[in-house]
């Protein structure tokens, strides 16, 4: 036992700067990512997390549900993929909310985004498939950041929005739930004007019931 305890403070000697290094290394790793997440909490911005948002008028009323909520990287499956994605969306505007993304990259994470909304509903198309009655709509879907002084909390979203709908969007607000949807109304008005003169920055996906 001797033995042991002389080797341990043997070793200790030899190795204490690494070993102090190293522990300072992961305070300070624990220091940054604890103020990081202060950070975010305070500033309410939450960008490692994507929600998908429905967006409907029923009887006259906006109404906006989430469908579904999750990290960036289990959606888009690539680290630069994502960094690239949060970097665009922090350049985003209260004017335009749609994250600017350079043209040929919009098809991938468009794509990813419609994926995860397919999945949800797969249980629709194996119906349709073996001729099980269902129903289907178009729902038009884009990748925004609404960054106004109203939004409670800022994350990235996925809008989703009958396709037919969209295209003819009332010209008058609807009622709201909430004062701070009127924010969402902007964001929907702008989508239906940039939906006829930006087709790339919108999917259109299939939802079968």
Request: hydrophobic share 45%; charged share 25%; aromatic share 10%.
């Amino acid at each position: 036992m001797k033995d042991l305890i002389e080797l341990a403070i043997g070793l200790f000697h030899e190795h204490w700067t690494k070993v102090l290094i190293g522990a300072g290394l992961l305070t300070l790793g624990w220091l940054v990512g604890w103020w990081r997440a202060r950070s975010r909490w305070l500033k309410k911005e939450f960008f490692d997390r994507i929600n998908f948002s429905l967006n409907s008028i029923v009887d006259g009323k906006l109404l906006i549900r989430t469908l579904m909520e999750k990290a960036c990287e289990s959606v888009f499956l690539n680290q630069i993929a994502v960094a690239q994605l949060l970097a665009a969306a922090k350049r985003t505007t209260a004017e335009n909310p749609i994250i600017p993304l350079p043209r040929d990259d919009y098809w991938f994470f468009l794509n990813a985004a419609l994926n995860e909304v397919s999945e949800k509903f797969a249980n629709g198309f194996m119906m349709r498939d073996i001729g099980a009655p269902i129903r289907m709509r178009k729902y038009v879907l884009c990748l925004t950041n609404e960054c106004d002084g109203e939004i409670r909390t800022r994350k990235l979203r996925v809008m989703l929005i009958q396709q037919q709908l969209l295209e003819k969007l009332p010209e008058e607000m609807p009622a709201l739930e909430s004062p701070n949807h009127e924010t969402r109304w902007r964001t929907l008005q702008l989508l239906a004007s940039r939906y006829q003169s930006n087709p790339h920055e919108f999917m259109i996906v299939e939802v079968l019931l």
